[in-house]
């Protein structure tokens, strides 16, 4: 196992080195913490993103999905609150003139050390931009910095075309962007970032109820997929802490190489949000029940996490270090679910028909699986390649394999091989990757 003083840079190395994330911008000198995801990255941020989907939406009948425009009216923030008040105290070192979150630095520059620092000023973490070609204050828009919003101002749509009822959920995955003061960490903290959003709907008087079931649900949500629960914790916000919607929230904290810090924040937002929307466009957001002729305004319980903060700590709790047959390997132990590529087909020999064979074995795959294929360079440093990007199963086959129309199957953490009849492929590697 590495050490974790330099986990973090060996992950990074990594994410470079194998195309899972790369700086952005890198041959300009790269973008002020921001980030590509290259071709591993982007498979597994999308893997990130299915497993959430699919344990808030797939697997359950009462959250549906929506895609939300990432521009919209600038009234929308104005209702929420944004526009006044997402804000971080900004000041500046008069010594040095390094900028810093106020809350952050305890009265010294983290750069020179100076106690000799401005007032702070809050300054709204929204990205501003105009709509249209000309630059006037009423053509003011802004980039949305939660996805949450997206669903409040569609409660009523998704009501009425969906024919939920409370308790019922609205989940959307998709990018957001903030003018944070202080990116950092990898990414950890960028400016521009995806969130994977779900808004419960519940009638009052039930929102602590719900609360506490989807801190469970979500915590789950990590253990299950391979984050060991010594990493993780549930902490309840302060008073003073909680944003200006919420009644509670906790966060999901992770135990990162620096310290605990967020990965999921779980709101109490009471009905502040369809109150706010429904006062500034004049619209009822409220549900009438007509079996009972009751009508409200439901209350919120929000599970708010990051798919991109989410990748990191899947990357950072798998790798290892180990030693196998006395040579030192890296492995990422991720989740089959997670893996950027499920299986990869390695033939023992570039020659015909070994390679035929092998592709048609890719063949049966393929439509089911996102596989690699590899006939480059020896078998065991394709298995090392392999088990450094995480796939978990390894498909060998060899000359045998024209013989006994069977291949050898290696599992990335075990390193075990055993042989499977090429007939019988499909559901075994299905049945050992357990998906
Ligand atoms: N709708 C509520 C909301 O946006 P948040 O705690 O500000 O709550 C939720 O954000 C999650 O989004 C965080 O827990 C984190 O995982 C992710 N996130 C927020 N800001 C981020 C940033 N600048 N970079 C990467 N991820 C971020």
């Not at 953490?413 to 007939?423: C, F, H, K, L, N």
Request: net charge negative; with cysteine; glycine share 8%.
């Amino acid at each position: 196992m590495a050490p974790t003083d330099d986990l973090m840079e060996r992950v990074v190395n990594l994410c470079k080195r194998r195309g899972f994330v790369f700086p952005s911008s890198e041959i300009y000198g790269g973008f002020r913490s921001t980030y590509d995801y290259g071709p591993l990255g982007s498979l597994m941020l999308r893997n990130v993103r299915d497993a959430w989907w699919r344990s808030m939406v797939q697997l359950r009948d009462d959250v549906v999905g929506i895609d939300a425009a990432i521009l919209s009216s600038p009234k929308i923030w104005e209702a929420s609150g944004h526009v006044a008040t997402f804000t971080d105290p900004l000041v500046d070192c008069r010594k040095c003139h390094e900028r810093w979150r106020e809350d952050q630095i305890e009265g010294v520059c983290p750069n020179c050390g100076s106690t000799d620092l401005t007032e702070a000023r809050a300054f709204n973490l929204m990205f501003k931009t105009y709509v249209g070609p000309v630059e006037a204050d009423s053509n003011v828009a802004y980039l949305r910095p939660e996805t949450a919003q997206g669903m409040f101002v569609n409660f009523l749509n998704v009501l009425q075309t969906s024919r939920k009822k409370p308790p019922f959920g609205i989940a959307q995955v998709g990018k957001s962007f903030r003018n944070e003061i202080t990116p950092g960490n990898f990414v950890f903290r960028t400016r521009e970032f995806e969130q994977m959003e779900m808004e419960y709907f519940v009638p009052p008087g039930d929102g602590p109820k719900w609360f506490e079931y989807w801190c469970e649900e979500r915590m789950n949500w990590y253990t299950g997929l391979g984050v060991p629960p010594e990493m993780l914790r549930l902490r309840h916000h302060e008073t003073d802490e909680l944003s200006h919607y919420s009644s509670g929230t906790a966060d999901i904290e992770y135990a990162f190489p620096w310290g605990w810090g967020e990965l999921e924040g779980i709101a109490q937002r009471t009905d502040f949000d369809l109150r706010q929307h429904a006062e500034h466009s004049g619209e009822k957001l409220e549900y009438f029940d007509q079996a009972t002729g009751e009508r409200y305004v439901p209350h919120v319980v929000e599970p708010a996490a990051g798919a991109t903060r989410a990748m990191m700590i899947f990357l950072l709790s798998s790798y290892q270090e180990d030693t196998v047959g006395g040579e030192a390997r890296t492995v990422l132990r991720l989740h089959p679910r997670l893996a950027p590529f499920k299986v990869a087909v390695l033939p023992l020999s570039k020659k015909e028909p070994l390679v035929e064979l092998s592709r048609s074995v890719l063949g049966r795959l393929q439509p089911y699986l996102q596989c690699d294929y590899d006939e480059t360079q020896s078998i065991g440093r394709r298995y090392r390649r392999q088990d450094e990007i995480g796939t978990p199963l390894a498909i060998t086959v060899d000359f045998d394999s024209l013989e006994d129309s069977a291949v050898t199957i290696r599992d990335r953490d075990t390193t075990e091989q055993s042989r499977v009849p090429i007939e019988d492929l499909t559901h075994e590697v299905f049945r050992r990757l357990g998906l």
